[in-house]
């Protein structure tokens, strides 16, 4: 069976430092990626989605960035993190050749910014 | 472009009562059609989802929802919430577009279930 994860699950950052967050999946191959922000009180926001290593789409533009340097890993990064940038961080993945198209997500990093 | 809106955003109702959680969409293609619920500090999970079909889904822990294509519309039921049902639920919309295969998510709807 499939399994996603997220690490770590929580973390207190500064302003201003950098920030590196972890996914990978396991039991699949080619997934679909997604980077999610959920803010507190909000729905989740698309930031980064990857259909394959070393392809990456970004839906807004920020601080951050995304990279997948193996088929089933998928990593959030910044180089300075602001104040708003506080939030619950959810990984997520799909099947690429299953035409039922929802998303599985991992447990989620509580990112706070201080 | 597509959107979805969560009609509300806390729906408080005691224990063995029913629930309708509401959903609208706005689209020009076909669209795919999901209920998410997430408890505290966690994932997603899927409750259900439409694809094609029976316009009425069944899916866990005894929630269903209907589509309605005129209205425009994914609402969610159960007929008899328990306190375990407090946690957000979330609709989310996909559809294949210009832009390829999108999939965007509601605000949320914290259910609040009390004894």
């Known amino acids: 069976s499939q399994t996603i994860h997220q690490w770590p699950a929580t973390l207190v950052q500064p302003v201003g430092s950098p920030l590196s967050l972890e996914c990978t999946v396991e039991g699949t191959s080619n997934p679909n990626l997604y980077w999610y922000r959920q803010a507190a009180g909000r729905g989740l926001q698309l930031l980064f989605y990857?259909?394959?290593?070393?392809?990456i789409s970004s839906e807004v533009p920020q601080n951050l960035s995304a990279s997948r340097p193996q088929d089933r890993q998928f990593i959030l990064s910044s180089k300075k993190l602001l104040l708003s940038d506080s939030g619950f961080y959810l990984c997520?993945?799909?099947?690429?050749?299953?035409?039922?198209?929802?998303?599985?997500f991992g447990p989620g990093t509580r990112l706070t910014v201080t | 472009a597509q959107s979805v809106t969560q009609l509300d955003s806390q729906v408080p109702v005691f224990e063995e009562a029913p629930v309708e959680l509401r959903c609208n969409y706005s689209?020009?293609?076909?669209?795919?059609l999901f209920w998410y619920v997430q408890y505290p500090n966690q994932g997603l999970q899927l409750l259900l989802k439409?694809?094609?079909?029976s316009t009425l889904v069944k899916g866990i822990n005894g929630f269903e929802a209907e589509f309605n294509k005129s209205q425009t519309s994914f609402h969610l039921r159960k007929p008899s919430v328990h306190i375990s049902d407090t946690a957000e639920y979330f609709c989310?919309?996909?559809?294949w577009g210009t832009g390829g295969f999108k999939t965007i998510f509601g605000a949320g709807t914290r259910l609040f279930v009390k004894a």
């Open positions: 997520a993945w799909s099947p690429e050749d299953r035409p039922t198209y929802e998303q599985y």
């Open positions: 439409y694809l094609s079909g």
């Open positions: 689209s020009s293609v076909s669209v795919y």
């Open positions: 989310a919309v996909s559809e």
């Open positions: 990857s259909v394959g290593i070393g392809q």
